[in-house]
C-alpha cells in the first residue's frame, strides 16, 4: 500500500512539474498576433486562474475514499496510464479529468490571444468536477450550494474584472466533466439533495458549460463526448485502426455492455438481459437482414461495478465483433459507450432521446441519426412487448452496411486525439476542435441577442 501511495504522489509531483512549465512555455509561444491566418472571429483569452481553482485539485485525487483514488489516471495530462507498455492508442482514461484533458488540448490552439479584449471567448480552466467532489463526498455537503461562488468572486472583482464586465461573462466557458444534474441542486432545498447547486447560481447563468450530459432544456450547457481510451497521435495510426474496424468480422447481431437490470423492477436494462438470455445462441443464425450470417445473436459484456471503465480491452473486442451496440439508459440517460461503439464501428441503438439525440447535436447532428442508429421507444420493448432481435432482423443487409459506414466517417469527430499529434491528424477534426467551434458560434450568438 505504501509502495502506491508513493507511485501516486510521484506521479501527481511529476503531472505539476511538466504542466506548469509546458504552460508557461506554451502560451508565450502559441499567443497569435492579429495577422494570423484563420483566427477572425475564433481568438480565445485564457483566463489566469490560482491554482487552487485546478492544478492544487489534482493532489485530492486520493482525498475521498467513497468516490475511490484516481491519482494513477493523471498520467499523460489526464489521458491516463496506457492500456499496455506497447500501446500507441489507448489509454485507460477515466471520464472525471476530460477537464484536465480539454485545458491540455487548448494550449495548442493556434488561435490564442494575450489581450481579452479582442477574444471572441475566454475560457476559464476551472476544475469544476474535481471541486465538486467536496461537496458530495468530502465535509462540505451542507455547504453545496456555495460551489462556484468563489470562483465568480474572483472572476467578477478579484482579477480583472473589466473582462467580465464586457459582457457580463455571456463570453466565458468552461468545462464539467459530471452530468448537469450533480450541479443542479435547487437552491432553496433544506435539507441538500444530491449534486451541488453550480448550474442554479444565478451568478453563472451567462456561461457557457460544456460537460457530458445536458439536462432536458439545456439553456446554459451544452453536451460534449465522453472521453473514450482511445487517444491516436498520428494519421497512420488512426487510419490503421479504422481499417481493423472495416475489416472485423461481424459475428455477433448486437451487443449489450454494462450493467444493471437484475432487478425485479420492469425497466429497458432487465428487459435486454431477458432478451439475450433468451437468444443465447452458438449456432449460427441466417438472417434475412441485420447485416448477414451470425454466430450469436445478443452477447452480453457485464460491466457491473465499474469494471469495464479503465480496462478498454473487456468490451472492445467483443464490440467488434457485433453489428449492433444496445444503448440503454441506466441511472442518466447518456452512456460513454456510445462512443466506445462508434469506435469499434458497432451501430448504436437508441431507446430514448436524451440518450444522444438531444445531446450531442454539434458532434451527431440531430437529422443525421436515421443514418447511422437505431431508435426503438423503451416503452415499447418494457411494456408491449416489442423484441428488439426482430427491429433489428428487419433492417436490409444493404442499410445495415451503409450505417456502419457512416458510424466510420462520424468517428474523428467523436474522439480526443492525444495532445502534440501530428499534422495529419489535426487535419480531421475530433471532438475537441468541434466543441470549440461550437461554442464559439454558441457565444456569438448570445452577444447578439444580448446587444439588441
Known sequence: MACCKSSAAFHIITFFFFFVIFLKLDLSYQISTVESVGCTNRWIYVRWLPSRFNFDLLSNCSAYPLFGDFCSYLQNHGLGPKTHNDSHSWYRTDPLLLELIFHRRILEYPCLTQDPASANAIYVPYYAALDGLKYLYGSETNFSRQHGLELYNFLRYDDQPEIWDRFAGHDHFLVMARPAW???????????VWGTSFLEVPEFYNVTALLPEGRTWP???QAVPYPTSYHPSSLNLFESWVKRVRNSRRSTLMLFAGGGGVGAN?????????ECKSNHSSEVVAAAGGGGHFNKVCDIVDCSNGICEHDPIRFMRPMLRATFCLQPPGDTPTRRSTFDGFLAGCIPVFFEEQSAKSQYVWHLPGEMYGEFS??????DVVFKGLKIVDVLMSIPNAKVRRMRERVIELMPGVIYRRHESTLGLKAKKDAFDIAIEGTLERIRSKLKVSSQ
Open 266 to 274: 420492469p425497466n429497458i436494462r432487465r428487459s435486454i438481459r431477458n
Open 219 to 221: 439553456w446554459q450547457e
Open 182 to 192: 450533480e450541479f443542479s441542486q435547487p437552491l432553496h432545498v433544506d435539507p441538500p
Open 374 to 379: 437505431v431508435f426503438i421507444p423503451k416503452e
